[in-house]
T-cell receptor, first 111, second 112 residues
Framework: EDQVTQSPEALRLQEGESSSLNCSYT??????LFWYRQDPGKGPEFLFTLYSAGEEKEKERLKATLTKKESFLHITAPKPEDSATYLC????????????FGTGTRLQVTL | DTGVSQDPRHKITKRGQNVTFRCDPI?????LYWYRQTLGQGPEFLTYFQNEAQLEKSRLLSDRFSAERPKGSFSTLEIQRTEQGDSAMYLC??????????FGEGSWLTVV
């Protein structure tokens, strides 16, 4: 069974304090790893898709990287508006394109 | 794109009542998904449509749950004889040729 584990569960950073979120996965065959941002009471907002080990994607203060076993979401010089839950999900072979999600990392960025 | 639209955004119902949620996907997206999310958890897959065909259902989807997508456009998710354990946010998502799955804002269900 496909498994996605995110760590840490929660992370508190001061504004400007860079850090990384981890997403480790055990799947039968990876067809894509997805990062989403979710604000309280709202649906997930798409950030990135990574398809192969070594791939990197960037958007503003966020950079996502992928290896054969895990993905990292690096947050550089975060601002309070980056506070949210960050969800990782995988799409695997033979799953009719559905996504399997981790439980997320709740990020709080304070002044 | 106007985004994935869900209605209602919030629903409070008494145990045993039936509820129905509607999802309007991004136009021209042929794939539509339903997920359920509870507090502190990631979204859990419920079911998937390609056009009007329901191609996959999770074992989480009990007999009380039914989903339809007539004419391959909007979709409905009905829960019959609601139970307190059905309280959750029900998320609809859609995808087109680029394979990126876009989510709606969700429909919150509270069963009292």
């Amino acid at each position: 069974e496909d498994q996605v584990t995110q760590s840490p569960e929660a992370l508190r950073l001061q504004e400007g304090e860079s850090s990384s979120l981890n997403c480790s996965y055990t799947v039968s065959g990876l067809r894509g790893l997805f990062w989403y941002r979710q604000d309280p009471g709202k649906g997930p907002e798409f950030l990135f898709t990574l398809y192969s080990a070594g791939e990197e994607k960037e958007k503003e203060r966020l950079k996502a990287t992928l290896t054969k076993k895990e993905s990292f979401l690096h947050i550089t010089a975060p601002k309070p508006e980056d506070s949210a839950t960050y969800l990782c999900a995988v799409r695997t072979t033979g799953t009719a394109s559905k996504l399997t999600f981790g439980t997320g990392t709740r990020l709080q960025v304070t002044l | 794109d106007t985004g994935v639209s869900q209605d209602p955004r919030h629903k409070i119902t008494k145990r045993g009542q039936n509820v129905t949620f509607r999802c309007d996907p991004i136009s021209e997206h042929n794939r539509l998904y339903w997920y359920r999310q509870t507090l502190g958890q990631g979204p859990e897959f419920l079911t998937y449509f390609q056009n009007e065909a329901q191609l996959e259902k999770s074992r989480l989807l009990s007999d009380r749950f039914s989903a339809e997508r007539p004419k391959g456009s909007f979709s409905t998710l009905e829960i019959q004889r609601t139970e307190q354990g059905d309280s959750a946010m029900y998320l609809c998502a859609s995808a087109g040729s680029r394979n990126t799955i876009y989510f709606g804002e969700g429909s919150w269900l509270t069963v009292v």
